[in-house]
T-cell receptor
Framework: EPEVTQTPSHQVTQMGQEVILRCVPISNHLYFYWYRQILGQKVEFLVSFYNNEISEKSEIFDDQFSVERPDGSNFTLKIRSTKLEDSAMYFC?????????FGSGTQLSVL | GQSLEQPSEVTAVEGAIVQINCTYQTSGFYGLSWYQQHDGGAPTFLSYNALDGLEETGRFSSFLSRSDSYGYLLLQELQMKDSASYFCAVGANTNAGKSTFGDGTTLTVKP
């Protein structure tokens, strides 16, 4: 079965630093998402992306966050100046037929 | 806004049947999905209901009543490997619409 791939699997950074999380969605999917999950909590929506632009974003997705699809395959989430509370597992997902396919996630630790 | 309620924990024995309920309040309802997540893993799609009634996929079934804003996931012939968190999620009525997840139900299957 096709997969969504994410890199890196773990990212440790200092508060205030920029991080870029990378994702390769499933090739024939059109809708892309970033979600995050703080340990032991629910999966929270961050942003959806379609046709090279943001479709919807949550309150969490403030000016420190941005997304890009720089080429035909990659989909990135950038956090410009990380805060301690950004520590979480970040999942990329792409959608096919009402089914979300999640990547294995990037565990971001902000120190 | 959207909100979902599901039990936080359920325990059952191997071979038994368990039902995980989900009630939701949402605008622009598009469908109810269920995802399974093992510790440290990504959510994986189990089932989707857009219309009222029962959908069966092997040992798992999902039910939806749109008039009651209610659904459930039924797991039969429980196996130890079914121990995981189960999330219901409502989808918005746009193609790129986000899915909003419930807080999750931790299922523990005992021998």
């Amino acid at each position: 079965e096709p997969e969504v791939t994410q890199t890196p699997s773990h990212q440790v950074t200092q508060m205030g630093q920029e991080v870029i999380l990378r994702c390769v969605p499933i090739s024939n999917h059109l809708y892309f998402y970033w979600y995050r999950q703080i340990l032991g909590q629910k999966v929270e929506f961050l942003v959806s992306f379609y046709n090279n632009e943001i479709s919807e974003k949550s309150e969490i997705f403030d000016d420190q966050f941005s997304v890009e699809r720089p080429d035909g395959s990659n989909f990135t989430l950038k956090i410009r100046s990380t805060k301690l509370e950004d520590s979480a597992m970040y999942f990329c997902a792409s959608k096919g037929r009402e089914k979300l396919f999640f990547g294995s996630g990037t565990q971001l630790s902000v120190l | 806004g959207q909100s979902l309620e599901q039990p936080s924990e359920v325990t059952a024995v191997e071979g038994a049947i368990v039902q995980i309920n989900c009630t939701y309040q949402t605008s622009g309802f598009y469908g109810l999905s269920w995802y399974q997540q093992h510790d440290g893993g990504a959510p994986t799609f189990l089932s989707y209901n857009a219309l009222d009634g029962l959908e069966e996929t092997g040992r798992f079934s999902s039910f939806l009543s749109r008039s009651d804003s209610y659904g459930y996931l039924l797991l039969q012939e429980l196996q130890m490997k079914d121990s995981a968190s189960y999330f219901c999620a409502v989808g918005a009525n746009t193609n790129a619409g986000k899915s909003t997840f419930g807080d999750g139900t931790t299922l523990t299957v005992k021998p």
